[in-house]
């Protein structure tokens, strides 16, 4: 029987008047794709619940008596050695491993204030943003959100003209353009695509186009240390 520690994941959504609404998923290990937290309670697999689902670190074991071969990786992870062999390792470790435990999307109708607040200081910062279904639309970074200059307030005219040409929602200054990644890929695939396209971030997509995580590049490299330190014998990467 194979048993698997599974991380709850929260997701916090930056919704039209300044609503923060949370939710909280899983990605299985065993079906290899992301479910709402609320349905592994009913799930055969299920061993044993967290006792504070919201908590930081919160986890679920779940087991089974399938262990597909392309998914032995996963118990490797917990402790097993790598034996050096990240190429096989990361052509075979589902990209939902890799993906933090907390992210945050934004409704593209907020208003850029609101996201102005949550955002504070931030540099450097990405968000999701997403329709009322989760589908992802673009991305927007934490560095367009500086406030603009109000015209002089003599200048009635102009203010309003101007009020209109400064952007206020979230899809007037979001990045249509994004490269996105199936959460059914593999870890390779995922550095590779970075290289190539020289992003540092993929939003991680289910089959619906629904956003499910955000995996960085740093995200990455702590993968694949983890799996140097598994394998002492090994001299380097």
């Known amino acids: 029987m194979r048993v698997e520690r599974v991380p709850i994941r929260t997701t916090v959504h930056l919704t039209p008047g300044g609503e923060r609404r949370r939710t909280l998923s899983v990605y299985c290990p065993f079906q290899g794709r992301t479910f709402p ?5 009913d799930c055969a697999r299920l ?20 262990e597909p071969p392309e998914m032995r990786v996963v118990a490797m992870r917990f402790g097993d050695r790598a034996a050096g062999r990240f190429e096989e390792i990361s052509a075979r470790t589902p990209i939902g491993l890799v993906m933090a435990a ?13 996201l102005r607040q949550h955002v504070g200081a931030s540099t450097g910062r990405v968000l999701p943003v997403v329709d009322d279904d989760g589908t992802l639309l673009g ?19 102009l203010s309003e003209l101007l009020a209109r040409l ?10 249509g ?3 996105v990644f199936p959460e059914t890929g593999r870890v390779r695939d995922a550095l590779n695509a970075m290289l190539v396209e020289r992003v540092r971030y993929l939003p991680i997509v289910s089959d619906e186009g629904v956003v499910v995580g955000l ?14 330190r598994a394998s002492p014998e090994e001299g380097s990467l």
């Open 47 to 66: 061993v044993t619940w967290a006792e504070d689902a919201d908590a930081c670190g919160a986890h679920i074991v779940c087991a089974s008596d399938a």
């Open 139 to 157: 991305i927007v970074s934490a560095d367009r959100l500086r406030p603009s200059t109000p015209p002089p307030p003599s200048r009635a005219a």
């Open 177 to 179: 353009h994004v490269v």
């Open 166 to 175: 400064v952007p206020a929602r979230v899809r007037e200054v979001m990045t």
């Open 37 to 41: 937290a609320q349905v592994c309670h």
């Open 215 to 228: 995996v960085w590049d740093l995200d990455l490299l702590s993968w694949l240390a983890r799996m140097h």
């Open 102 to 114: 907390t992210f945050t999307t934004a409704h593209a109708d907020l208003e850029l204030e609101e």
